[in-house]
């Protein structure tokens, strides 16, 4: 199985900062046929479910703001959020589906400081 | 809109089963797959399986092989998971999603406990 690492396990972030999460995967993720790398981003709000980000490790998914980046190939990839909102205070998780079983991070806690 | 509900919080004791369903609206049901994911308390996201509503093609995780059965009603535009002789550390909510890649949109989640 490809293993996904995020880090931080936790981060704050002052209101407007930049706050940068990171994961990292036990093999590449890029598709060398398609140049894609097969990497999502996801949100997580409380008791709520999960909601997707970004897919194919850049691209957003609609109707989610532009403060939200996505970057990175290979096996190292990060989420950017240019300027943090309250509303932004979550569990954020790195997906990899390059193979079955699609694994995720363990999540990064984002607060505000 | 995209919808996906599923069914309500279910107890039950070690060694039992439970089928959770999936019901899709607001899109072709047989054009997207359906993928089972779940979350035990307070810990991380756990893919499940999924399967293609088009042609019933089915992948399951490998620790689960053998206990999980992922199947759809294509009348109803549902989705169901089953997952037998259920032990203590299968407590969760589990949460179906739209899609084989990436996941959107999620149900809302359904509470399994797992208690003797």
């Known amino acids: 199985d490809i293993v996904m690492t995020q880090s931080p396990d936790s981060l704050a972030v002052s209101l407007g900062e930049r706050a940068t999460i990171n994961c990292k995967s036990s093999?590449?993720?890029?598709?060398?046929?398609?140049?894609?790398?097969?990497l999502a981003w996801y949100q997580q709000k409380g008791r709520q479910p999960p909601k997707l980000l970004i897919y194919?490790?850049?691209t957003r998914e609609s109707g989610v703001p532009d403060r939200f980046t996505g970057s990175g190939s290979g096996t190292d990839f990060s989420l950017t959020i240019s300027s943090l909102q309250a509303e932004d205070v979550a569990v954020y998780y790195c997906?990899?589906?390059?193979?079955?079983?699609?694994?995720f991070g363990q999540g990064t806690k984002l607060e505000i400081k | 809109q995209v919808h996906l509900v599923q069914s309500g919080a279910e107890v039950k004791k070690p060694g039992a089963s439970v089928k959770v369903s999936c019901k899709a609206s607001?899109?072709?049901?047989?054009?997207?797959?359906i993928t089972w994911v779940r979350q035990a308390p307070g810990h991380g996201l756990e893919w499940m399986g999924w399967?293609?509503?088009?042609?019933?093609?089915?992948n399951y995780a490998q620790k689960l092989q053998g206990r999980v059965t992922i199947t759809t009603d294509t009348s109803t535009s549902t989705a169901y998971m089953e997952l037998r002789s259920l032990r203590s550390d299968d407590t969760a909510v589990y949460y179906c999603?739209?899609?084989?890649?990436?996941?959107?949109?999620w149900g809302q989640g359904t509470l399994v406990t797992v208690s003797s």
């Open positions: 999603a739209r899609g084989a890649k990436w996941f959107a949109p």
């Open positions: 607001g899109y072709t049901f047989n054009t997207y797959g």
């Open positions: 399967i293609s509503p088009y042609n019933a093609n089915t």
């Open positions: 093999q590449s993720v890029l598709y060398n046929s398609n140049n894609e790398n097969y």
């Open positions: 194919w490790a850049s």
């Open positions: 997906q990899q589906y390059y193979t079955t079983p699609h694994t």
